[in-house]
């Protein structure tokens, strides 16, 4: 059998020859809106009719207006058939553009899509660009008429009348003009093409003539073959052909080069030559054919495959006695391929259901989130972050050629827009809580900067500190307000501290005579002797404290040694063996002079009559419980130890009772006085003030 009956029979074989098994076995993914059925329209390789990126004459700007599609156009598939050349590869088309390059358009805005159709037939060859824009323009067109119908459906509410609807859609029509341009620059290109396609066709049917000439023409050997190198250096750069032409013509190409061969009465020496640079190449083609079976990238590998077939063909005739056996191990190697792309497209469809899975689960995540449980902003800040996360890994699997993403994807959107409806409701009503403490932080800074001069010391600071605490437990302010009027409030509350501080200074350089005094004071009292007569060493310690008492202030930074004054008080009590509570009846009373302070007021003696009210609640309950564990012990012997251990707890308890409401008596009494010295001071400052205004 002749290389050329075996390649004949062999041509099914070949990737070329598996368009239609292909579109049967790995069909295409449908658009988000309908599927579109057409030839593939991928570039050729040697392809003359590149797009022009010349600007629009006049003329041309005029046809491309009137080319504009119209609504209906616009909306209606894309059915032209486009000229297919015999080297394109729809497999390659098919499987790699979509996969790899098609972006998932259903997750962009509609401006962007727009502007991503703008970009791509600005920049790309525009018979790449059909499966783009058949998604683009469902895209597009879907949120569009979505938007229309919103605002139709608004008019309406509103009482309009549907035939006075009237909307404007600047993108519609931005994207009318695009659509159309590339429609218009595609018919340009596919036309271009096909007349491309048709000269090849012509010139390699002269090629073939020319080769059946040469067969009659009286002229060397050499000259002759010399002639036909050149006829297939020809046919070798000639461009591809129509696709539906290019069998019988490659069938007849070969004939007639086989008859030159045969009839030709070559010079064998030369003829062998050729014969063996042509095995050795078709060796290192089976050779490059078996390597693309350990590939691991199989859409590479089969593009490859297709390059080593078209080689193959252009390959001359070898030695008969191996034509035969040269083809059925290529042959072998293209079934092969064949089987193992088969299964990579059947894991890819396997695949692609499975990723389709792992999106609606994503979505079915979301439609159970617990919305009716997310009450605060920092609950909602957790719930968005959730949800994020969700989003960017539904997005990050892609689209998916699976007929049920576009199902999935209407799913997903439903849910983010009730997700978010629930979301802006909540953060509707926190704007409004927002605005109440922002009104409630206005009125306190307005307090605070009314204060911020004050020289009333102590009562403002005071009242800044109760201002300050309120300001922390008002809630959020919107965020626009928040930087300004917490610098403005920090302002004043600094403006005042800082003059307080440098007024502490200026005071605390007075007290240094104070501070003198008390610390003799102190090293006197740590040397007064505590033997001899009890009431004589009393006598003493009392004098002390009133000397004590009538120094007054120290600075600030030394008024430790107050506590240290009275620390060493009580070590001289201890060491008399006072009365325990004459002792601790003496030491309260210097702790309520410390108490009530230089300026004598009854803030402090308030607090620790609280503490002691606590206290004595406390101690109360104790009592309670101890008396009621003596119910235990009702019928047992007085002399019993448990029984003597719980009565001494329950006396003890009683006495300490006693020592509480003791020390509140005391403070009574001292609050008291503290507020009538206050009330006298106040009354002989009136009377100042009446004498002033009677001068």
């Known amino acids: 059998m002749s290389e050329l009956e075996n390649e004949k029979k062999g ?3 070949q990737p070329m020859g598996e368009e239609t098994k292909e579109k049967a076995e790995h069909p295409s993914t449908p ?10 329209t991928s570039e050729a390789k040697e392809d ?9 004459t006049a003329e041309a700007l005029i046809a491309e207006h009137e080319n504009q599609p119209s609504d209906e156009e616009l909306e209606a598939e894309d059915t032209h058939d486009d000229a297919v050349s015999a080297d394109e590869e729809e497999d390659e088309h098919v499987y ?5 390059e098609l972006p998932d358009y259903s997750t962009y805005r509609t401006e962007d899509l727009v502007n991503e159709a703008e970009k791509l037939l600005k920049n790309e060859p525009v018979q790449k660009l059909k499966e783009h824009f058949d998604s683009i323009r469902k895209h597009v067109i879907k949120d569009l008429n979505e938007e229309r119908q919103a605002k139709l459906e608004a008019f309406l509410e509103g009482g309009g009348n549907q035939i006075d609807f009237e909307y404007v859609q600047p993108l519609r029509e931005r994207f009318r003009s695009i659509y159309g341009s590339y429609r218009s620059q595609r018919k340009k290109h596919y036309d271009e093409l096909s007349a491309q396609l048709a000269h090849n066709f012509e010139v390699k049917q002269s090629l073939i003539e020319k080769i059946k000439e040469l067969v009659t023409k009286d002229e060397s050997i050499g000259e002759t073959f010399k002639e036909f190198n050149e006829i297939q250096q020809q046919w070798r750069n000639t461009g591809p052909v129509p696709r539906a032409e290019s069998g019988d013509l490659w069938r007849t190409y070969h004939h007639h080069v086989e008859n030159f061969y045969e009839y030709i009465k070559i010079n064998k020496e030369l003829r062998d030559l050729d014969f063996k640079k042509n095995h050795e190449v078709k060796e290192r083609l089976i050779t490059e054919a078996e390597e693309l079976l350990e590939m691991d990238d199989m859409r590479e590998a089969f593009k490859r495959l297709q390059s080593l077939h078209k080689k193959w063909k252009h390959v001359g005739p070898v030695e008969r006695e191996h034509r035969e056996t040269l083809w059925e191990r290529f042959g072998e190697v293209t079934k092969k391929m064949h089987a193992k792309r088969d299964a990579f497209f059947t894991e890819m469809r396997n695949r692609a259901a499975e990723l389709v899975e792992e999106k609606q689960q994503l979505v079915n995540k979301i439609k159970e989130f617990p919305l009716e449980k997310v009450k605060t902003h920092q609950q909602w800040q957790e719930a968005i972050k959730g949800v994020e996360a969700i989003r960017q890994a539904f997005v990050k699997i892609g689209r998916v050629h699976h007929p049920d993403n576009d199902k999935v994807w209407d799913d997903f959107r439903e849910v983010l827009r009730t997700f978010n409806h629930h979301k802006n409701n909540f953060y509707k009503e926190q704007k409004k809580v927002f605005q109440e403490n922002l009104n409630k932080k206005r009125a306190l800074l307005e307090r605070a900067e009314a204060l911020r001069d004050s020289e009333n010391w102590k009562e403002t600071t005071n009242e800044l500190k109760r201002i300050q605490a309120e300001w922390k437990r008002i809630g959020h302010v919107p965020r626009s307000e928040s930087d300004k009027i917490w610098k ?14 440098e007024h502490n200074k200026e005071a605390d350089a007075a007290f240094e005579d104070n501070l003198k005094a008390k610390q003799a004071l102190l090293e006197e009292l740590k040397l007064c002797a505590t033997s001899g007569d009890k009431k004589e060493v009393i006598g003493r310690l009392k004098a002390l404290i009133k000397q004590w008492k009538g120094i007054g202030k120290v600075p600030r930074e030394a008024m430790g040694i107050d506590r240290t004054f009275n620390q060493e008080l009580d070590q001289k009590f201890k060491a008399i063996d006072l009365d325990r509570k004459e002792s601790q009846r003496i ?3 210097n702790r309520m002079e410390v108490l009530s302070g230089d300026d004598q007021d009854d ?3 308030r607090r620790e009559r609280s503490k002691l009210y606590q206290q004595k609640e406390e101690a109360e309950k104790e009592l309670n419980q101890l008396e009621n564990n003596m119910g235990f012990f009702s019928s047992s012997n007085k002399n019993n130890p448990l029984l003597k251990e719980a009565q001494k707890k329950i006396d003890s308890q009683r006495n300490h009772i006693a020592s509480i409401e003791e020390k509140i008596k005391m403070l009574n009494v001292k609050i008291r006085e503290v507020n009538a010295a206050a009330a006298a001071k106040a009354e002989d400052t009136d009377t100042e003030e009446e004498a002033k205004e009677g001068d």
Do not use: I, W, Y
Not at 31 to 40: H, I, M, R, S
Not at 48 to 56: F, G, S, V
Not at 96 to 100: A, F, K, N, P
């Open 48 to 56: 003359p009719a590149q797009t022009a990126k010349e600007d629009l």
């Open 11 to 13: 041509s099914a074989q």
């Open 587 to 589: 030491r309260f009373e």
């Open 488 to 501: 403005k409030f920090r302002a004043a509350c600094n403006h005042f501290f800082n003059r307080l501080t």
């Open 96 to 100: 790699e553009d979509h996969v790899l």
């Open 31 to 40: 658009a988000l809106e309908e599927e579109v059925n057409e030839a593939d």
């Open 603 to 605: 803030m402090g003696l």
